[in-house]
């Protein structure tokens, strides 16, 4: 038995996946010990190869599930932050920001509880978070109201948490929480990305919008967590299917290799959900956007004609698309926002993984992988398309065919 001192590697300083693959490669006479904080996993190169595969089963199951948890604790409890100002939404809870998209107290609120929530929970290493909302417009005078009104949903949704101390925080640590949020991202590393709310035209009008929180290490998206307060548990988008089943609000929760799971928001233990398994594009449905100036509805429309799709668009706000896709709702998600428009990696990160871990694909019009590795922005060709394995061919040359007869009108003009 090989026996020797091996000096451990902090989970912080190396992705796991690269790690563990690593330890298969190696043929060296060496002990590796692998610190995932809670994981001590110790394997001896004389030890067999089973011995090797259930190590690196063990290990890969583990990988990011303490992560995983506290992304989904944080996400639920600026869930129930932004279901509060829902419910309560006056008009001096919208603002409009510099590009004068809306932005709620419930948008700050949310990037605040989940930055602190993620900064108390994993004490360890460094912190970075790439999120959507920053502190600048909070700051003016004329947010003062405001921002104590932020201040008051902070502390009251972290008090609602029995593991909390009840100090509250002041306005300086709410405003330092948001601004947490303003990493580059990029290809080193672990960044998490945050989408406080994602979709708050559908928030502020009441409808479908999503807390969407992803966690990217090397590049690569390894866990995402949609928390969709106003889902319905039953599917949506199947006009002829009653369903008894009224609960509403989803938690969508994805890790690298591990599925994706659906639970009740607020309760319920996590069940598997799948992409649908529709071959032909005649019994498919497809999502897009709610907002016309988000997505060009005429664009999906003539691929879906073109792909024989006989249902109407299901339009709904926000990533609460990716979720509904990956448990089956619809098979098709299509997004072409105009031209200028740049997709940020917030408003995909989750929802891609949600998606790909559930049997799906996502890709650009080309059929390129997204590449959440470039910073705040994806670098993209065209739009974003997501469907099955199946379907994904005879989708992306429909959407080659559409987008080549739009180019071609618009040069005839
Ligand atoms: N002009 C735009 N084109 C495309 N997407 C946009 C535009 N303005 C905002 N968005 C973002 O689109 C996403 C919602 O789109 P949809 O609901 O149509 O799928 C949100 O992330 C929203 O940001 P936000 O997070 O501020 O709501
Ligand atoms: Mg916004
Ligand atoms: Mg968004
Ligand atoms: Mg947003």
Known sequence: MAMCVASPVSINSLSPVRLLSSVLQSNTKRSFFISFKTLRISISSSSSSSNQRSAFTAAASMAYARELDVAKKAASLAARLCQT???????????????KSPVTVADYGSQAVVSLVLQRELPFGSFSLVAEEDSGDLRKSESQETLKRITELVNDTLSSDATYSKSPLSEDDVLAAIDTGKSEGGPHGRH??????????????????????????EGRVVLGVLAC?????APIGHPHQDSVQTQVGCLFSARIGAGTDMQLLHGSSPMKVHV??????????????????????GLSSSIAKKLGVQAPPVRIDSQAKYGALARG?????????????????????????????AG????????????????????????????????????????RDAVREESESASSL
């Open 85 to 99: 100002v829902q419910k309560a939404l006056l008009q001096s809870d919208v603002q409009s920001k510099s590009d």
């Open 329 to 357: 709702d619809g098979a098709i998600y299509l997004r072409f926002a105009h031209q200028g428009y740049r997709e940020k990696i917030w408003d995909h990160a989750a929802g891609f993984i949600v998606v790909t871990e």
């Open 276 to 297: 649908s398994t529709i071959e032909n594009p005649a019994e498919a449905s497809f999502f897009e956007s709610f907002e016309a100036a988000h997505s060009l509805h």
């Open 229 to 233: 307060p106003n889902l319905p548990l």
């Open 192 to 217: 998490w990305v945050l989408d406080p709310i994602d979709g708050t035209k559908g928030f502020v009008r009441g409808d479908q919008y999503a807390i969407a929180l992803a966690l990217l290490d």
């Open 360 to 399: 799906g694909v996502v890709a650009d019009a080309a059929g390129n992988a997204l590449d959440f590795s470039k910073g705040r922005y994806l670098d993209l060709e065209k739009g974003i398309v997501v469907t099955n394995q199946k379907l994904m061919p005879s989708l992306l040359n429909a959407v």
